[in-house]
């Protein structure tokens, strides 16, 4: 089975620092990891996902099959970056199917 | 991207009654997802619905309580049949995007169940 786990509920930065919100998953074929962002008062949104390699916002994730990882991060944190961040998985290769969630990891950026 | 419109976007309803989601969808989609969020807990998929057909639903959860209805590609109702105080969560529609590698989210459905 198909498992996502964020291990943080809040991570807590000051404005200016360095940002990693760590993501494992466990699935035993190819995944496709992606992270959803939510804002408050809007609704889930993509940030990015692994097989774009792209920097959304400042924010890179880095897919480390050897440690089942998918970190997500930014060198410099900021207030408009608190939001809840979520850790999600696809099963298969190019195809959305079905899409397991963490738990989510609330971020706090203080001024 | 797709645009979703979900409501009602909260309720506070009785136990043993029941409430029927909607979720309009701004272009054609062949898949429809409906989640549940409970407090402080990650999303959970109930079903999933295609046009034409009866959804599929994941373990744990079954027609007589989340009944969905597919009437076109664009438009989906989910309804939580019976409720009571534990079905309290956040309901959120989803549709996959053009690629068929994200998910596009309606702003989701806060049920308060008293």
């Known amino acids: 089975a198909q498992r996502v786990t964020q291990p943080e509920k809040l991570l807590s930065v000051f404005k200016g620092a360095p940002v990693e919100l760590k993501c494992n998953y466990s699935?035993?074929?190819?995944?496709?990891l992606f992270w959803y962002v939510q804002y408050s008062r809007q609704r889930l949104q993509l940030l990015l996902r692994?097989?774009s390699r792209e920097s959304i916002k400042g924010f890179t994730a880095d897919l480390n099959k050897g440690e089942t990882s998918f970190h997500l991060k930014k060198p410099f944190a900021q207030e408009e970056d608190s939001a809840m961040y979520y850790c999600?998985?696809?099963?298969?290769?190019?195809?959305?199917?079905?899409?397991?969630f963490g738990t989510g990891t609330k971020l706090q950026v203080i001024p | 991207s797709a645009v979703i419109s979900q409501k009602p976007s909260r309720d506070i309803c009785q136990r043993g009654t029941s409430l029927t989601i909607q979720c309009q969808v701004d272009?054609?989609?062949?898949?429809m997802f409906w989640y549940r969020q409970q407090p402080g807990q990650s999303l959970t998929l109930i079903a999933t619905?295609?046009?034409?057909?009866?959804?599929?639903?994941e373990s744990g959860f079954v027609i007589d309580k989340f009944p969905i209805s597919r009437p076109n590609l664009t438009f989906s109702t989910l309804t939580v049949s019976n409720m009571s105080p534990e079905d309290s969560s956040i309901y959120l529609c989803?549709?996959?995007?053009?690629?068929?590698?994200?998910?596009?989210f309606g702003q989701g459905t806060r049920l308060t169940v008293v």
């Open positions: 989803s549709v996959e995007g053009r690629m068929n590698t994200e998910a596009f």
């Open positions: 699935y035993s074929g190819s995944p496709e």
């Open positions: 692994h097989i």
């Open positions: 999600a998985l696809s099963k298969g290769s190019g195809g959305y199917q079905k899409v397991t």
């Open positions: 272009s054609q989609v062949t898949m």
């Open positions: 619905a295609n046009q034409g057909s009866e959804a599929t639903y």
